[in-house]
C-alpha cells in the first residue's frame, strides 16, 4: 500500500469535511439520517448478523434498535462483515504474524488489546481507512495546523508499538515525504525515551496522557529539552494536574483528543480550550444511562452508543462503549457548530465498588481519586484495590515524604467515608514507574478484587 496514494485519499477526504464543521444544526441531522439510512441498507443487504439483529425492525428509529456489544459482533463475526470472503480465523492469525499487505488485498487490520476484558477485532478498506486518518489529522487542524502538502512535519509519538493498535496504524499510514515521526515505545525506560526525544527535536509530540505527564516532569527538571508547537494527548483521562503541568513545561500548546479502535477519533479539542469538538458528520453518540436512556445535557452518561456513518465493512450501530462523559450545549467561540464534550470520566470498568457498614456495595468513580491525587505534584500515580477492599496508591516522581503520604491518606480517607465506604485501609507506596500494560498505557485505577460467585 502506497503511503502517497493513502494521504492523498486522506486529504480529499478531510477538504470534504472542512465545510461540514460548521453546518447548522438540521444541516448535521439531515446528513446523519441520510448516511444511517443508507449505512442501514447496505448492512441488511450484505450482513446476515445483521439481517436477523434486526429482523422485524428494518423501518424502526435508532433509538429504538438493540444495543450492539463487542462480544456479540465478535461471536459472530463471519456473519456480521459484510464481505462474505472475510473470516475471522484468517485475521486472528494474521494478527499472531504480523504482514505489511492488506488483508484480502483491500482491509487494514486494526485489534484492541482487550482491556476492557475482551479483544476486538476492526477492518476497514481504504476509502474507509481514509476516513479515520482524517478524523485523526481534522484534530490537527482544529489545533491550528493546516494539513497541506505544502509543509513539512517532524512528529514524535509516544504510544503503542503493536503493528495492529491503531496508532500504530496511523502513524504508520502518514509517514511521507511530508510527515516524518518518530514512534518510541510508553513502556520503554523514561531515559530512554528523553535521550531520544532530544535527538530528534519534534514540532508535534503525541503521547498518552500519562505519558505527556511523565516528560512534562522530565522537561520541568531540565533532562527533556524539547520545544514542541502542539502536543496531543488520548487514550486515556487527562487529568487537571497532567493539564497544568504540560504547560508549566511548554505553555499552553495541549490538545486532547477522544477516539477508539472502533470509530477513529470521536472528538478533539480546538485553540479555545472549551472542551472537544465531538465529529457528529462521522458518528452519531447517544449518551446515556445504564439503562441506555438519554441524559441530559450536562450530565454525565454511563456508556455511550456510537453508530459510524462511513464503515460499511463491519457497521456498528449502536456499538455500546463503556466510556463516560459529558456533552456541553454552549456553543464555541470558533465557530465550529460541532457539539462539546466537556468532561469525560473514564470507563465503566474503572469503577471501583466498595461496601458500606451494611455490606451494600458503594461506586467510587475515578474522579474522586483525581481530586485527591492531583493535589500533589508527581509524575504518576495510580489507585489499586486489593481483594480486601483495601487500597494502595501508587506515586512516582515524587520526593518520598511521610508528612505527603499521611496527608494523601487521610484525605481520601475522609472522601470516601463521606461517600458512606467502610474502609479497612489506605496505603501508600512509592514506585520508580507507574506499571504500564503491554500497549503502554499507565491505568489510573486498577481493581484486583476477584469475582465472588
Known amino acids: 500500500m502506497s503511503n502517497i496514494f493513502t494521504i492523498l485519499r486522506m486529504l480529499s477526504t478531510l477538504r470534504r469535511l472542512r465545510p461540514q464543521e460548521k453546518w447548522t444544526r438540521e444541516q448535521i441531522e439531515i446528513h446523519q439520517s441520510r448516511r444511517l439510512a443508507a449505512l442501514r441498507a447496505y448492512a441488511y443487504q450484505h450482513s446476515p448478523f ?25 461471536g459472530a463475526f463471519d456473519g456480521f462483515v459484510t464481505d462474505r470472503r472475510i473470516r475471522l480465523a484468517e485475521v486472528q492469525q494474521r494478527l499472531s ?6 488483508y484480502l488485498n483491500r482491509y487494514l487490520v486494526n485489534a484492541t488489546s482487550g482491556s476492557t476484558g475482551s479483544p476486538g477485532i476492526f477492518l476497514f478498506n481504504l476509502q474507509e481507512w481514509a476516513a479515520v486518518l482524517a478524523s485523526f489529522t481534522r484534530a490537527y487542524e482544529f489545533a491550528g495546523i493546516h494539513i497541506d502538502l505544502a509543509h513539512h512535519r517532524k512528529v514524535a509519538i509516544v504510544s503503542s508499538v503493536t503493528p495492529f493498535h491503531m496508532s500504530y496504524l496511523v502513524g504508520s499510514s502518514l509517514r511521507s515525504p511530508w510527515v516524518s515521526s518518530l514512534r518510541l515505545s510508553a513502556i520503554e525506560p523514561v531515559s530512554k525515551i528523553v535521550s531520544q526525544l532530544n535527538d530528534w527535536l519534534p514540532d508535534t509530540l503525541v503521547a498518552y496522557a500519562s505519558m505527556a505527564r511523565v516528560l512534562a516532569v522530565e522537561q520541568i527538571a531540565g533532562r527533556l529539552q524539547i520545544q514542541p508547537q502542539r502536543i496531543f494527548t488520548s487514550s486515556e483521562v487527562l487529568t487537571e494536574e497532567t493539564r ?46 445504564s439503562d441506555n436512556q438519554p441524559v441530559p445535557i450536562g450530565s454525565y452518561g454511563e456508556k455511550l452508543l456510537v453508530t459510524v456513518l462511513f464503515n460499511r465493512t463491519q457497521p456498528l450501530i449502536r456499538y455500546q462503549l463503556s466510556d463516560s462523559i459529558r456533552l456541553s450545549d454552549r456553543l464555541c467561540e470558533c465557530g465550529r457548530t460541532l457539539r462539546l464534550v466537556d468532561g469525560i470520566q473514564g470507563r465503566q470498568e474503572d469503577v471501583l465498588h466498595f461496601p458500606d457498614e451494611s455490606g451494600k456495595l458503594v461506586s467510587v468513580h475515578p474522579n474522586v481519586f483525581h481530586e485527591v491525587m492531583d493535589t500533589i505534584s508527581a509524575s504518576g500515580w495510580q489507585v489499586i484495590q486489593e481483594d480486601t477492599n483495601g487500597v494502595r496508591l501508587l506515586i512516582s516522581g515524587a520526593p518520598r515524604d511521610p508528612s505527603v503520604a499521611t496527608q494523601i491518606e487521610a484525605a481520601l480517607h475522609h472522601t470516601l467515608s463521606e461517600m458512606g465506604v467502610d474502609l479497612p485501609s489506605i496505603r501508600v507506596e512509592w514506585v520508580e514507574a507507574i506499571p504500564r500494560t503491554a500497549n503502554g498505557k499507565a491505568l489510573l485505577v486498577v481493581s484486583n478484587k476477584v469475582p465472588r460467585l
Open 50 to 74: 445483521y439481517q436477523q439483529f434486526h429482523a422485524g425492525q428494518y423501518d424502526k428509529p435508532l433509538r429504538e434498535l438493540p444495543i450492539l456489544t463487542k462480544k456479540e459482533m465478535m
Open 244 to 289: 497544568r503541568l504540560v504547560e508549566l513545561a511548554w505553555g499552553k500548546v495541549l490538545f486532547n483528543q477522544y477516539g477508539a479502535t472502533e470509530t477513529g477519533d470521536i472528538a478533539s479539542e480546538c485553540e479555545r480550550h472549551l472542551g472537544m469538538h465531538l465529529f457528529e458528520d462521522l458518528l452519531i453518540v447517544e449518551n446515556v444511562d
Open 97 to 102: 504474524q504480523p504482514a505489511d499487505d492488506l
